[in-house]
């Protein structure tokens, strides 16, 4: 699984670490309750667990804004998304 979701509840095993608005994660797998994987954004924690509940799907508005943006992190080189709509998964 390698999916692109919206969330605002982050647990990870050193804290909270949610977001007061629905923000963008990368999801890698799942257990019964939660979707696993970490924010796109910020300070790299791996293996954060979201949960279902207040975890969602993009909307083709969301898919639209994210594919018009780079991302680096350090001094890699940029890259894009490239969210493809129906195939988010």
Avoid at 7 to 30: F, N, R, V, W, Y
Avoid at 32 to 54: H, Q
Wanted: glycine share 6%; proline share 3%; with cysteine.
């Amino acid at each position: 699984m390698n999916k692109y979701m919206m969330a605002t509840k982050a647990i990870h095993k050193l804290g909270d670490i949610s977001s007061d608005t629905p923000d963008l994660c990368q999801i890698s797998s799942e257990d019964k309750e939660n979707y696993i994987g970490m924010w796109v954004e910020g300070l790299g924690f791996f293996n954060v667990k979201f949960p279902k509940g207040t975890t969602r799907e993009l909307t083709d508005e969301e898919i639209d804004k994210y594919n018009k943006l780079y991302y680096a992190i350090n001094k890699q080189p940029s890259y894009k998304l490239e969210i493809v709509r129906g195939k988010n998964a």
